[in-house]
């Protein structure tokens, strides 16, 4: 078994082999797949790394706790979430975007991934169509904005949790998703997208997911169901995740423990 590296030790080799992007004037690193750090949390994630390592030198379980649905909390281990009854707005940068098709084909899916959730448990998205054409400092602003994004990178999406700053909340569109052989339902890959917004993790990051699948750190985690190969959270890897990414009966529990019933199942009275 190789010795456990320290965590600068990993630092300098993620900013070695993890992609990078400068969005929005901030250097970023792609990890996962789909989810992308500033050096300070990559920094904070090769922490995370290290210990795992460390505690599987030393025979310990070094993170290998059974996980489900996975959500996040934060370092006095409340549950990161957005807060009740925030209508969760969003817009979907029209320039941004290659073609009129390329936009009216995201746009339409955002309306399916938002509609999914929101029928799953309780949050609500709304689609400010009338910044699609910009948002003009100091005007009106979307929670988050939805824009594509060439590097000549083969992602495919790139999404963002809830607790990051305002200037962060980016859910990155790659040329790939538009690709006649992505071979994903691009519904559900904006389904997949918006459960990191809304706080999930990946469902492979769990150890009964086959081996296979990336590894992930699990710090500042909480269970929310148990391990589902078929959860919208679970990428398609080691012979087990779905190419349509629906939102499954144990996803649907386990987002309700942190938001809730839908709307649309509860009789509100003032
Ligand atoms: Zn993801």
Request: charged residues 25%; contains cysteine.
């Amino acid at each position: 078994m190789p010795s456990p590296r320290s965590a600068g030790e990993i630092f300098d080799e993620l900013k070695q082999t993890k992609h990078k992007i400068v969005i929005d004037g901030i250097e970023c690193y792609i990890v996962e797949g789909d989810l992308r750090l500033d050096a300070g949390q990559l920094l904070a994630y090769a922490f995370e790394l290290a210990e795992r390592e460390q505690a599987r030198a030393g025979g310990g379980s070094g993170g290998e706790q059974r996980q489900p649905l996975v959500g996040i909390v934060d370092d006095e281990g409340r549950m990161v979430r957005w807060k009740k009854g925030l209508l969760l707005t969003y817009n979907v940068l029209r320039s941004s975007f290659a073609s009129d098709a390329d936009y009216q084909t995201v746009v339409q899916a955002m309306r399916v991934a938002t509609a999914d959730w929101e029928a799953t448990c309780g949050v609500n998205f709304k689609h400010l169509s009338e910044l699609d054409g910009g948002v003009t400092p100091g005007g009106p602003a979307p929670l988050f904005q939805v824009k594509a994004f060439d590097d000549g990178s083969g992602f495919i999406a790139v999404a963002f949790f809830p607790d990051e700053p305002p200037a962060r909340r980016t859910v990155l569109i790659f040329p790939s998703f538009f690709s006649p052989t992505l071979g994903f339902d691009r519904a559900g890959v904006l389904r997949h997208e918006l459960g990191h917004v809304l706080g999930f993790r990946h469902e492979h990051i769990r150890s009964e997911a086959p081996a296979l699948c990336p590894d992930e750190p699990l710090g500042n985690t909480i269970n929310l169901s148990d391990y589902d190969p078929r959860s919208v959270m679970h990428y398609f890897c080691g012979g087990v995740g779905t190419r349509e990414l629906q939102i499954t009966d144990v996803d649907r529990d386990a987002a309700r423990k942190l938001y809730g019933p839908p709307d649309k199942d509860v009789h509100y009275f003032d």
